[in-house]
């Protein structure tokens, strides 16, 4: 009998014990399931990657009016590859940078990190996409160039990191560098001067380059760019062993880094990303360095930048905005003319000219006055349909790009079909884009019939795409 209660009590045992693990299963794949990663999804229903990136001459800035840089480049390429937009957010704070990817700010930091066990903790990497050593920086002798050996110039330089010991070396605050710095100390035994600055790697090595400071750290591949435009700097003395480069993306974001991963496996190899790399850290960038429109140096966009401050103000337009519009017009060459007979810096027709008194040989001041009128005047015949002025601006530049007239059978296409004929975007923008489709432009509300109008959206998009990259950079 007692043989028979053990028994028993056994069996019931094992079957709660089974059906709590059996429970518990249930719970946990309930758990996964609500903790599925959408990080891809969100940005493929959002259309737009906003990734941040640091303002500097490999990274990100303007060059003769237009974006560049090769983490630009590659967020270009990535977000092409997702069929999506992409939006920069300017960050040369890195704690700033790390804040908005935890906060979900943005996607993605493209800053060209390093790899470090520190930063693993916080966020996710990607698989590396370069790989660069940690350099020196530091003046060579005054007279270097009068030097008659190699030798000579080299008993001058640092190159041994043991006679770091003692010296006071410039870093920025809170990068990878301290670190490298703390360890190189316990490695030589010896002190190290560390000082943590609230500046980026390429204002410090311009910084050494003046004299200001003697020393400090940098990622070997933006030091050796720095050196094409500070001749008299030395770069050449490693003080880590190569450390992998890599995007950043916020802990569990697994399918947006796994498509990066897959994206940049097949794009690493390919034609044009090597060309990208070469055209920013192999290839001679001095002339670029010496441009006058080279953003990072000169704070300017073009030789016009004054002309349109001044000028914008009659507009009450951003002069960054009307700036984008004329490099979309003439890339800023005053001489321009199109195959149809349009002039100058605003490409006016010669009859639009003539409206407002002015010719096909008018000063490019002239013909900058002259666009600036026609574009008060379209201002003037949306200003009581449309009231918010940031949308009136989109079919402004749309009229001053096709004609009013297509604009405005946009306008009846868009409140036929049910859509806001005073707003541009995925309403009034759909039906100027269409209307090279009989099904539209033979519409019995159309007026003015056939329209390429592909041209006219893209002019808008891409007139305000540059302008967010001008404000980016430009103040």
């Given at each position: 009998m007692k043989n028979n209660l053990v028994f028993v009590f056994a069996v019931l045992f094992l079957f709660l014990l089974f059906s709590c693990s059996r429970q518990n299963d249930k719970i946990a794949k309930k758990k996964k399931v609500?903790?599925?990663?959408n990080s891809l999804k969100t940005i493929l229903e959002r259309?737009?990657?906003?990734?941040?990136?640091?303002?500097?001459?490999?990274?990100?800035?303007?060059?003769?009016?237009?974006?560049?840089?090769?983490?630009?480049?590659?967020?270009k390429a990535y977000a092409k590859y997702l069929?999506?937009?992409?939006?920069?957010?300017?960050?040369?704070?890195?704690?700033?940078?790390?804040?908005?990817?935890?906060?979900?700010?943005?996607?993605?930091?493209?800053i060209g990190l390093t790899i470090t066990g520190k930063r693993n903790k916080m966020v996710d990497f990607t698989i590396p996409m370069t790989q660069t050593r940690q350099v020196l920086v530091q003046r060579k002798p005054k007279n270097w160039r009068k030097m008659k050996t190699y030798d000579e110039v080299e008993s001058h330089l640092i190159r041994n990191p043991l006679e770091l010991a003692g010296k006071m070396i410039y870093v920025p605050f809170n990068s990878s560098f301290v670190a490298r710095l703390k360890n190189?100390?316990?490695?030589?035994?010896?002190?190290?001067?560390?000082?943590?600055?609230?500046?980026?790697?390429?204002?410090?090595?311009?910084?050494?380059?003046?004299?200001?400071?003697?020393?400090?750290?940098?990622d070997e591949h933006i030091a050796k760019v720095n050196q094409k435009y500070y001749p008299d700097i030395d770069v050449s003395t490693a003080v880590s062993f190569p450390q992998n480069i890599a995007w950043a993306v916020k802990k569990?974001?697994?399918?947006?880094?796994?498509?990066?991963?897959?994206?940049?496996?097949?794009?690493?190899?390919?034609?044009?990303?090597?060309?990208?790399?070469?055209?920013?850290?192999?290839?001679?960038?001095?002339?670029?360095?010496?441009?006058?429109?080279?953003s990072i140096r000169s704070g300017n966009i073009s030789a016009w930048d004054e002309l349109l401050k001044k000028k914008s103000k009659e507009l009450d337009w951003d002069w960054r905005l009307l700036a984008s519009m004329i490099y979309q017009e003439s890339r800023f060459q005053p001489d321009a003319m199109s195959w149809m007979g349009a002039t100058g810096l605003m490409q006016l027709m010669p009859g639009t000219a003539e409206t407002y008194g002015?010719?096909?040989?008018?000063?490019?001041?002239?013909?900058i006055e002259a666009g600036i009128r026609h574009l008060k005047a379209l201002d003037e015949r949306?200003?009581?349909?449309?009231?918010?002025?940031?949308?009136?601006?989109?079919?402004?530049?749309?009229?001053?790009?096709?004609?009013?007239?297509h604009v405005f059978d946009a306008r009846r296409l868009a409140e036929k079909y049910g859509k806001d004929p005073n707003v541009w975007d995925n309403n009034v923008d759909y039906f100027l884009r269409n209307k090279s489709d009989p099904k539209y432009y033979k519409d019995s509300v159309v007026y003015y019939g056939y329209c390429r109008g592909e041209e006219p959206y893209k002019y808008v998009h891409d007139i305000l795409e540059r302008y967010e990259h001008y404000k980016n950079m430009i103040n």
């Open positions: 609500q903790t599925v990663d259309g737009t990657l906003i990734a941040t990136t640091d303002y500097n001459s490999t990274n990100y800035f303007i060059y003769r009016g237009e974006p560049a840089g090769y983490q630009y480049e590659l967020l069929g999506v937009e992409l939006e920069i957010v300017v960050n040369n704070d890195l704690d700033k940078a790390f804040d908005d990817l935890l906060n979900g700010e943005v996607d993605l930091i493209a190189l100390q316990e490695e030589i035994g010896d002190t190290i001067l560390i000082v943590e600055f609230p500046r980026d790697s390429e204002k410090l090595i311009e910084m050494v380059a003046n004299g200001d400071i003697d020393y400090t750290i940098a569990g974001a697994d399918s947006l880094r796994i498509s990066i991963n897959n994206w940049f496996s097949e794009f690493k190899n390919s034609r044009i990303a090597r060309f990208t790399y070469d055209k920013y850290f192999v290839n001679p960038r001095s002339i670029q360095y010496a441009h006058k429109y080279y002015f010719d096909d040989i008018s000063s490019p001041e002239e013909n949306f200003k009581d349909l449309i009231k918010d002025p940031n949308e009136r601006i989109k079919f402004v530049l749309a009229a001053y790009n096709v004609g009013i007239a």
